[in-house]
C-alpha cells in the first residue's frame, strides 16, 4: 500500500497565482484532512471531509477551497495565492469506526513558498 | 474547547539519559490524547494513543505515556534516548471530530 500520498513535493507560486496540492490514499478511509505546519504553530486544521461529498471547515480555511467527489482524493486549491499562505501542507487520513480513537495517516507533506 | 499545551519548545538530552516531554491539557471531559512524532521533512507517525483504557500506554520505540487526571497531563517517557529519537513530538487532543494539536517539542540528541 501507498498509504497517503500528496503531489507536488515542493512549490513556489508568485503572489495571485492559483493551484491545487492533490492527496490521495489507498486505505479507503472514510475522513481526510488538510493541515498546514508553521513554526512554533503546531499543525492547524484547514479543511476536512468524512466522506465523498461532505467537506467541512477547520481552524483556518480562508484562502482555500476543498472538494471531496470520491473516497480516494482529496484536493486543496488556492484561489489566489498570498505569501501569509507559504507554509509546509500535509495531508492525513483516518477510518471512520472507533473515529475518536483511530489515528491519523499522513503524507509525506507539500513545501509551499509564495513570493 | 479541549486544547494541549507543551510545556518546552526544545529539550535537549545525551545518548542513554531519560527523555521527558511534557504535555498538559484541558477538557470538560475524558479525552483521547495522542503522541505523534515527525521526523525531518517526514509527515507524522502515531507513537501513542491513550483512550481510556489503561492509564499508562505503551507506544512504539519504547516509548510510553502517563495519563494523570489530576494533573490533567499526559507526559511522554521514554527510559533511554537514542539518536534515531531526535525529532519533533506533538501530543493531540481529540475534539468533536477534529484533532488539535500542540506547538510541538523538538528533541536534541546528542552523542
Known amino acids: 500500500n501507498a498509504g497517503v500520498t500528496q503531489t507536488p513535493k515542493f512549490q513556489v507560486l508568485k503572489t495571485g497565482q492559483s493551484m491545487t496540492l492533490q492527496c490521495a490514499q489507498d486505505?479507503?478511509?472514510?475522513?481526510m484532512s488538510w493541515y498546514r505546519q508553521d513554526p512554533g504553530m503546531g499543525l492547524r486544521l484547514i479543511h476536512y471531509s468524512v466522506g465523498a461529498g461532505i467537506t467541512d471547515q477547520g481552524e483556518v480555511p480562508n484562502g482555500y477551497n476543498v472538494s471531496r467527489s470520491t473516497t480516494e482524493d482529496f484536493p486543496l486549491r488556492l484561489l489566489s495565492a498570498a505569501p501569509s499562505q507559504t507554509s509546509v501542507y500535509f495531508c492525513?487520513?483516518?477510518?471512520?469506526?472507533?473515529?475518536?480513537?483511530?489515528?491519523?495517516?499522513f503524507g509525506n507533506g507539500t513545501r509551499l513558498t509564495v513570493t | 474547547a479541549q486544547s494541549v499545551t507543551q510545556l518546552d519548545s526544545h529539550v535537549s538530552v545525551s545518548e542513554g539519559t531519560p527523555v521527558l516531554l511534557r504535555c498538559n491539557y484541558s477538557s470538560s471531559y475524558s479525552p483521547s490524547l495522542f503522541w505523534y512524532v515527525q521526523h525531518p521533512n517526514k509527515g507524522l507517525q502515531l507513537l501513542l494513543k491513550y483512550t481510556s483504557a489503561a492509564t499508562l500506554v505503551k507506544g512504539i520505540n519504547g516509548f510510553e505515556a502517563e495519563f494523570k487526571k489530576s494533573e490533567t497531563s499526559f507526559h511522554l517517557t521514554k527510559p533511554s534516548a537514542h539518536m534515531s529519537d531526535a525529532a519533533e513530538y506533538f501530543c493531540v487532543v481529540f475534539s468533536f471530530q477534529k484533532l488539535v494539536f500542540g506547538t510541538g517539542t523538538r528533541l536534541l540528541v546528542s552523542p
Open positions: 492525513a487520513s483516518k477510518s471512520r469506526e472507533s473515529s475518536y480513537n483511530s489515528p491519523l495517516h
Open positions: 486505505m479507503n478511509h472514510e475522513y
